[in-house]
């Protein structure tokens, strides 16, 4: 991954800084100053502007559509049983982001999510907790009440609070708007916040408004003590429609700051798909590569059955690395998948297949 | 650096658990016999046992096919030819060939498990790869059966006659599709040799042939080594030769024919390039090295052997190779899990051994996946030489095998000069994003096939075959079927002992050579 040569010395330090300062060529935006992200700074030089961003997304390397989706294809394959296949049900389970994101949620149907998650099945209670249920910003406190004293880091053995922000799921609201839907998601108690990023900007070449509002979005994660809620950024990859500007994002929410990168609101289809996880998977790889940090991925949406999940937990085995199967750094969105790993599961405790009846509606 | 991030230590996921695909489908006699007339029947030779060469443990045994057993079976083909075969309609061969192409597909597992215990190849490929291409070669060329009038030869072409189809070790079945579908579909009838250590899948596609109710005497299938490919070449009353395998015994099987009147299509060695730019997408470039060289252990005529990769991106496309090729799993090629197989055989391994001792020798830098040899059979795990010179022997002869040797290039004009600086012309591969630069590249290497932007990939209407030592003819498509035409109104090609050899023997070596 080549970086590209720091910018001329045209970049000044306010980001109000006239775009019609410098002799740009046509095709390449003014070198308007961004906020100096971390990861990007010492990826991209000091002086970061909407130009050097630019340069650098499009220098990323192309992505062969074919390939990718053979190469998925091929992951896809991979035959998991017996023993293999009872410590992926239960990895699975450690790995979803329980979700619920209806107009219709109410605090009664929270609660049950909630319970679902603290318990996934009542008869079986060796069946490992999810990792975090995932709800809009204003049911923030109705789950934070019913999870109680099982509130917390996933890694604890408790179950975290995820909520969709800025004004998921299309992010058409102004930076304000978002900003506050965040901080007060955050303010309640929210351990993760799930955003959208603005596709509009993206697709019309405005990769800095983009940037900008990521950055801003992780500000405003920050809590009075100093610490930060965890960033997921969603990309919706189905809107991307090409596998290059997928890349390309993945990129541009690293490097602003994203602690995970989310291919979908599960509200557009497609959503996620095994080819495009496998290519978020790989620029995290490359991410590694050149810095040492692990950025997370989460696959949302249309992620139903056990033998899908398992072809993810291959494919991230396969492509990452097996430390990356820890719930800080893989996550499922899904709202039936939980059901169907469950009877799975019980087929493998018990040599007999059960129906829906035999695992609870949350 | 990746290195170390996708490792199986003890009780981890990636030591999937065994997942063996059940051999119970499969009901293998004790001995094989020749299959002539549409029967089987005793061979005269010495039979001979067939090892899996994962475990070295017996299979079966197999007739071996003397001339007079080699005789016997081109006359039967001769008479399946006068008497039936070519009286036949071409929809009425079509649909026997479409029978056959329904039973391959149904009896598919058992073909694909017998493929992978007899040749070692990794049940994957031969259920994803190898049987559902023999099924699509017969529904492909059962539609031409029909159509012959628009094979490039004008109006109402006529077959050959008998057919002698000498194939290979490393896609047993498939090269045997590849071979008799076409004659078939063409009219011709057919006598066909398996190679010794592989000869299983076609005495199982005897006994399709026998469910097809095929007419006694089209397909003939005889085994044994090589006198018994020696005996069928040079008989006298076949019309066609057909050889895929070594250039060597390509080019004993072209001396043996020149001047008899046969015609001749050769499919040999290959040393092929695989090019990567520095604009290339580079995760599917590795894949596509990966699938170019390590697919079926390297036992792959075609397969990318040398690595041709722009300098500016060498040390990133080889680091990332590296961190791809640990996570290959060889072992059981009955493990739906496996990617590399057993070598063939123990005389191709020692070839394999000697010639990257050789590599290592020439001063090339030798890598070699890290993964645990089983016990007994034949293995060779997935190596790499880098900084090889274009005169090291690993360059240049053809290894066949899971070893890949890495050169750099600066420039198109010199890879294009690299990639074409080897006797061999069978393949090619290209990989970059920008679509001109691949027209313009392609247009000038000097290779029967070349891949763009991926590898070895085959389908019955594509053509396929090479330049210069990589042999002449080509197979598959319209000109696979051509292969087995002749215009109407040729003289009846009848060979040396039923008639005089032409008075100006075509030459043979510049024939096949332009398309």
């Known amino acids: 991954m080549q970086s590209p040569a720091p910018s001329p010395g045209t970049a000044s330090s306010g980001a109000a800084s ?22 990007a700074v010492r990826m991209l030089g000091g002086d970061l502007t909407e130009r050097s961003l630019r340069l650098h997304l499009e220098g990323l390397s192309g992505v062969d559509a074919v390939g990718l989706e053979q190469r998925a294809a091929g992951l896809g394959t991979r035959s998991i049983k017996t023993t293999s296949k009872a410590w992926a049900l239960d990895k699975i389970i450690e790995l979803i982001d329980l979700t619920t994101l209806e107009g219709a949620d109410t605090p009664g149907k929270v609660r049950s999510l909630v319970a679902k998650a603290l318990t996934p099945d009542p008869s079986d209670l060796t069946a490992p907790r999810v990792a975090a249920v995932c709800v809009y910003g204003d049911m923030v406190p109705d789950a934070v009440a019913a999870l109680g004293t099982a509130h917390g880091d996933p890694d604890a053995g408790l179950v975290s609070v995820a909520a969709v922000a800025t004004a998921f799921p299309s992010g058409r609201a102004s930076l304000r708007v978002k900003l506050a839907d965040t901080a007060d998601a955050v303010s309640n108690g929210a351990d993760e916040i799930d955003m959208v990023i603005d596709r509009g900007a993206f697709l019309s070449g405005r990769y800095g408004e983009v940037f900008e509002q990521i950055v801003a979005v992780k500000e405003a994660c920050r809590r009075d003590d100093g610490s930060y809620a965890s960033l997921k950024v969603i990309l919706e990859t189905g809107e991307l429609n090409t596998y290059d500007n997928v890349r390309r994002a993945s990129w541009l929410a690293i490097l602003a700051g994203g602690d995970f990168i989310k291919t979908s609101t599960g509200k557009v289809a497609p959503a996620a798909t095994l080819p495009v996880t496998l290519l ?35 494919t991230v085995a396969e492509t990452v690395g097996e430390q990356w199967l820890q719930p800080h750094l893989f996550r499922f969105g899904a709202s039936s998948l939980l059901n169907d790993v469950l009877l799975q599961r019980q087929k493998l405790t018990t040599g007999r297949y059960s129906g829906p009846d035999y695992v609870t509606l949350d | 650096m990746a290195k170390d991030l996708i490792t199986a230590g003890a009780g981890s996921f990636l030591d999937y658990a065994p997942a063996p695909e059940s051999t119970s489908i499969l009901h293998l006699q004790k001995s094989y016999g020749l299959f002539i007339d549409g029967a089987f029947v005793t061979g005269h ?226 040393k092929a390039a695989n090019i990567v730019f520095d604009d290339a997408p580079i995760d599917q470039a590795v894949e596509g090295i990966v699938n170019g060289i390590f697919f079926n252990q390297g036992h792959v005529c075609c397969a990318g052997s040398r690595l041709l990769v722009q300098e500016s991106v060498h040390d990133d496309v080889v680091d990332r190779l590296k961190t791809r090729l640990a996570t290959l799993r060889l072992g059981d090629p009955l493990d739906k899990n496996t990617d590399i197989g057993a070598i063939n055989s123990r005389e191709q391994l020692d070839r394999i051994r000697e010639l990257s001792d050789i590599g290592e020798a020439e001063g090339a830098e030798r890598w070699t996946a890290p993964c645990v040899i089983p016990e007994n059979g ?35 004009a010199e890879a294009i000069a690299k990639a074409n600086n080897t006797p061999y012309g069978l393949s090619a591969g290209i990989w970059s994003d920008k679509g001109s630069k691949i027209l313009a590249v392609a247009d000038k290497l000097r290779a029967g096939v070349i891949w763009a932007n991926t590898f070895n990939r085959f389908d019955p209407a594509s053509p396929f075959g090479g330049y210069k030592e990589s042999g002449y003819g080509r197979e598959g498509g319209r000109q696979g079927l051509a292969a087995y035409l002749q215009p109407a109104g040729s003289a009846k090609v009848r060979t040396s002992a039923y008639s005089q050899p032409r008075k100006t023997p075509r030459n043979v070596l510049s024939a096949g050579d332009a398309s």
């Open chain 1, 18 to 39: 006239s775009g019609t300062a410098s002799p740009a060529t046509p095709t390449i935006p003014a070198a308007v100053a961004l906020a100096p992200a971390e990861r």
């Open chain 1, 280 to 314: 978020m998977l790989e620029v995290v790889r490359d991410w590694h590569r050149l810095t040492g940090e692990r950025v997370g991925v989460k696959p949302a949406g249309g992620i139903r059955t056990s033998k899908d999940a398992i072809k993810y937990l291959v």
């Open chain 2, 45 to 270: 030779g010495r039979p001979f046992a067939s090892i899996s060469p994962a475990t070295e443990k017996h299979i079966a045994e197999i007739a071996t096919a003397t001339p007079k057993d080699v005789d016997t079976a081109v006359a039967a083909a001769r008479r399946a030819y006068d008497k039936t075969w070519s009286k036949l309609s071409g929809a009425d061969r079509g649909k026997y060939l479409f029978r056959i192409a329904r039973l391959v597909q149904e009896r598919a597992r058992e073909l694909a498990v017998a493929e992978s215990l007899d040749n070692g190849k990794p049940i994957k490929e031969s259920r994803d790869v190898d049987v559902p291409l023999v099924a699509a070669w017969f529904f492909y060329y059962a539609g031409w059966a029909d159509k012959l009038d628009h094979a490039g030869l004008g109006a109402n072409p006529q077959a050959l006659g008998v057919a002698a189809q000498v194939i290979p070790w490393n896609f047993p079945l498939l090269m045997l599709a590849w071979k008799i579908a076409p004659a078939l579909a063409a009219g011709n009838t057919v006598v066909l040799k398996p190679a010794e250590t592989t000869s299983l899948t076609a005495l199982l596609f005897a006994e399709i042939v026998q469910q097809a109710e095929l007419p006694n005497g089209v397909v003939n299938i005889v085994t044994g080594a090589g006198e018994t490919g020696a005996a069928l070449v040079r008989h006298p009353d076949v019309n066609k030769v057909a050889f895929t395998g070594s250039t060597a015994v390509g080019r004993e099987i072209a001396k043996a024919v020149a001047g008899t009147g046969k015609k001749v299509t050769l499919e040999l060695g290959g």
């Open chain 2, 378 to 412: 034949f293995w060779f795990a997935p190596t790499i030489f880098d900084n090889v010179s274009t005169s090291s022997r690993i360059a240049r002869e053809e290894i066949f095998g899971p070893v890949l040797s890495v050169l750099t290039f600066r420039t198109p």
